[in-house]
């Protein structure tokens, strides 16, 4: 059974560029949540998705940030004219149920460098 | 808001020490408490999860406790080895999403 995938694994782009990062949950997994990682900081809570919906995405950032978990295919975070505080790790994570009481399954994260 | 704490930052022993890594939140009112490793460049590796209404879990060499009124969890290495060596995460569980703490890194010197 796969883990988590996350592509691409590391990704540069120039200040003003678009990032699109990519999760595809663990099978049998229909929750999917976003962390981000900025040096020297812990993880923060993003986004949680499930399949065509959005239900909490009180840590994104208002502007330039946006994720989507659709029907079918992987789970997209796609950030908008990239600056270089968006430089980070970005981990995706998955569980079969709500994280009330389930190990959430976390990917092995993207890097992304703005230049 | 919750806010998770891990002190020190960074620890670093001699091979064979017991360890005792400590996390304190400040709400009490979670569903659970999970500690992850997370090696340089790597995703993160659940060690114990621990429901709310439990006390303590263990695998292996690792123990962990959770105290829910106090707002603190401790994991217990025993015998540590250089494989050890990592950032220790601890996060605390809400109805949907992970507070975490910044993390302790700990060197384990052979």
């Known amino acids: 059974n796969a883990g988590v995938m996350q592509n691409p694994r590391h990704l540069v782009r120039r200040r003003g560029q678009e990032a699109r990062l990519r999760c595809s949950p663990m099978?049998?997994?229909?929750?999917v949540y976003w962390y981000r990682q900025l040096p020297e900081e812990g993880l923060k809570f993003m986004v949680y998705?499930?399949?065509?919906?959005?239900?909490?995405e009180s840590g994104m950032p208002k502007e330039r940030f946006s994720a989507e978990f659709p029907k079918e295919g992987p789970s997209i975070l796609r950030i908008q004219q990239v600056v270089r505080g968006d430089s980070a790790a970005y981990f995706c994570?998955?569980?079969?149920?709500?994280?009330?009481?389930?190990?959430?399954?976390f990917g092995e994260g993207s890097w992304l460098t703005v230049v | 808001k919750q806010e998770v704490t891990q002190i020190p930052a960074a620890l670093s022993v001699p091979e064979g020490e017991n360890l005792v890594l400590n996390c304190s939140f400040t709400?009490?009112?979670?569903?659970?408490l999970q500690w992850f490793r997370q090696d340089p460049g790597k995703g993160l590796t659940s060690l114990l999860l621990?429901?709310?209404?439990?006390r303590e879990q263990t695998s292996g060499r690792l123990n962990a406790s959770l105290d829910k009124s106090s707002g603190r969890s401790t994991l217990y290495i025993a015998a540590s080895q250089p494989g050890d060596s990592a950032t220790y995460l601890c996060?605390?569980?809400?109805?949907?999403?992970?507070?975490f703490g910044k993390g302790m890194k700990l060197t384990v010197n052979p």
């Open positions: 996060a605390v569980g809400g109805s949907e999403k992970l507070v």
């Open positions: 998705l499930q399949k065509e919906n959005i239900i909490d």
């Open positions: 994570a998955s569980s079969p149920l709500e994280n009330s009481g389930n190990t959430i399954y």
């Open positions: 099978k049998g997994h229909s929750h």
């Open positions: 621990i429901q709310s209404s439990q």
């Open positions: 709400d009490s009112a979670i569903y659970n």
